[in-house]
């Protein structure tokens, strides 16, 4: 009984002994690995709280007592400590306040340019709404008369007295425009203040009307997100420009007409600068269809969306 119990012991006490060398290996690796990181984060810390108040009694003290690597309690037996001289403790500071310092100003960037996305983004996108509602709707509803057939218009010319729309130069336009899209003129006692561009370019008076309709109802939306009224000034009317600009660099030209030039509104951006681009060819194939459906489809020219919306958008 007595060997057999003696036996019996021998591979327990052989895998204790396995337990603990392995723990012992383990505890040896995890202080090999965390205590030289423990360290230098420690003397990082230390260093850069003295480097924001370093005095000439630090370097002395310094120099007479050289600094370890690691704080005191926190070396290993066995390890040497590297000493390290006044100048170096000095450049190891300065560098990590430096590193600091860049680290909470590339910190406050980012942050100042999330704070401004918002209204940035939510601005641009109030403005190209606007334009195209003031589009569509002066485009529909006054060039073409259709505001006289609005229930309600009628209901105020009754009541008020309002003034019925009276037909312009848009119609003339249309009249004299072929399938083709070339102008056939209209004779010059039927049409006496055409222009060189006969009704297809924006005037500045044509700037400065559109840019007081897109400012009224644009204002208080971009207001709302944080717009002052200065820079929403200067925004509706670079707005406008860049939409005239761009409609006097399609509009003429799709007809055969000449370029605008500054003496005459908003100019045009150059021979074909504009209609030759992905941008232009897709909006000339959306204009067609308004000449080629008499003018009751696509009544957007540079901002498509609110054709979009009620109904009244055709595919090329």
């Known amino acids: 009984m007595g060997p057999a119990r003696?036996?019996?012991?021998?591979?327990?006490?052989?895998?204790?002994?396995?337990?603990?060398?392995?723990?012992?290996?383990?505890?040896?690796?995890?202080?090999?690995?965390?205590?030289?990181?423990?360290?230098?984060?420690?003397?990082?810390?230390h260093a850069a709280a003295r480097a924001a108040a370093w005095t000439p009694a630090d370097v002395g003290w310094v120099?007479?007592?050289?600094?370890?690597?690691?704080?005191?309690?926190a070396t290993r037996p066995g390890v040497a400590s590297v000493a390290l001289s006044p100048e170096?403790?000095?450049?190891?500071?300065?560098?990590?306040?430096?590193?600091?310092?860049?680290?909470?100003?590339?910190?406050?960037?980012?942050?100042?340019?999330s704070e401004l996305a918002w209204?940035?983004?939510?601005?641009?996108a109030v403005l190209y709404v606007v334009l195209s509602f003031?589009?569509?709707?002066?485009?529909?509803?006054?060039?073409?008369?259709?505001?006289?057939?609005?229930?309600?218009?009628q209901i105020a010319r009754k009541a008020i007295g309002a003034p019925a729309v009276a037909p312009d130069f848009h119609i003339n336009h249309h009249r004299e425009t072929l399938q083709d899209m070339s102008i056939d003129p209209l004779p010059r006692n039927v049409w006496p203040?055409?222009?060189?561009?006969?009704?297809?370019a924006a005037t500045w008076w044509s700037f400065a009307k559109m840019s007081a309709c897109i400012f009224m109802p644009a204002y208080p939306l971009l207001s709302l997100v944080g717009w002052s009224l200065p820079i929403a000034v200067l925004a509706v009317l670079a707005a406008t420009l860049l939409h005239l600009m761009m409609y006097n660099s399609l509009h003429p030209q799709l007809h055969g007409l000449p370029d605008?030039?500054?003496?005459?509104?908003?100019?045009?951006?150059?021979?074909?600068?504009?209609?030759k681009s992905d941008?232009?060819?897709?909006?000339?194939?959306?204009?067609?269809?308004?000449h080629r459906t008499r003018a009751s489809r696509n009544f957007n020219v540079i901002c498509p969306l609110f054709d979009q919306l009620l109904g009244t958008y055709a595919a090329a």
């Open 63 to 73: 120099a007479q007592r050289p600094r370890r690597a690691c704080v005191a309690g």
């Open 134 to 153: 003031t589009e569509y709707a002066y485009h529909r509803f006054v060039q073409h008369l259709e505001l006289n057939n609005v229930p309600f218009y």
């Open 279 to 290: 941008l232009g060819r897709w909006l000339i194939e959306y204009h067609v269809v308004h």
């Open 193 to 200: 203040e055409a222009t060189a561009q006969r009704g297809t």
């Open 88 to 113: 170096s403790v000095r450049r190891l500071a300065v560098s990590s306040t430096t590193s600091d310092a860049a680290f909470a100003a590339v910190s406050g960037g980012l942050s100042g340019l």
């Open 6 to 45: 003696c036996r019996s012991r021998v591979p327990g006490d052989r895998q204790h002994a396995r337990i603990g060398c392995f723990c012992f290996l383990s505890l040896a690796v995890l202080q090999h690995l965390v205590a030289p990181k423990s360290c230098g984060a420690a003397f990082a810390a």
């Open 119 to 124: 209204p940035a983004l939510s601005g641009l």
């Open 260 to 275: 605008v030039s500054l003496a005459d509104g908003p100019p045009s951006f150059g021979p074909d600068s504009f209609q």
